[in-house]
């Protein structure tokens, strides 16, 4: 029976500068049965130590802070473990915040004003394997869909299509990116999940139709 119940725990890590912020997140989120805080790291760079060690569910990562910032800092957590899920929590509900976060990689945009039970959603969206954007930012993102930037590719992403649409297997494209065949795999499932592809024919012809991969790709193989 406990076993069962561990399984559902969701493990968080917190990570903000201004401890005030920290706290109070910590306190909400402490009462519910199924979460356990790991931890609240003050800024990226501690983010990412506390990453690799604790191996949390989902993070809360602020924006702005210092040493490495928030979008900083998911990329090079996300590199090494591309299940995590990362949520932003900000005070900025500006397009080009939201879609620059998504693009790094995150799962979910949460304004910091919202209501505490919404953070939770927004948890429990994530977990489920959704993209989660809360009312003020979907509307600030598209005042009527929510969803434009929901499937775009990472930097890293678009990396390892360009890499699979060349036909290369995981291990080879593991190795040249120095990066675990488990992460390969990772990120090529969130790949086909996020274009709605299933064959590597699939993601070739995607790659070239958007101009990831260039015909002169082709030849050289």
Known sequence: MSET???????????D???????????ILECYDDIEILGTPCNGRKAVEAAARLKPDVILMDLNMPDIGGLGA????LEHQPETRVLILSMHNSPEYISTALNHGACG????????????TAIDAVMAGQIYL?????????????????????????????????GRANKE?????????????????NIKR????????????YALENGVLQSSSIKSL
């Open 74 to 77: 998911t990329e090079m957590i």
């Open 17 to 27: 500068d201004h401890p005030m912020v920290a706290e109070g997140l910590q306190s």
């Open 194 to 205: 996020k274009l709605g592809i299933s064959s590597t024919a699939g993601l070739t012809r």
């Open 173 to 189: 494209v593991a190795r040249t990116l120095d990066i675990s065949v488990r992460t390969v795999e990772t990120h090529r499932k």
């Open 5 to 15: 119940v561990q399984s559902k725990t969701t493990k968080i890590l917190i990570v």
């Open 134 to 166: 809360c009312t003020g930012a979907a509307g600030s993102l598209n005042p009527t869909d929510g969803t434009t930037a929901r499937e775009a590719l990472t930097g890293r992403e678009q990396t390892i299509l360009l890499e699979l649409a060349q």
């Open 109 to 120: 945009y949460v304004l910091k004003d919202v209501q505490p039970d919404k953070i939770k």
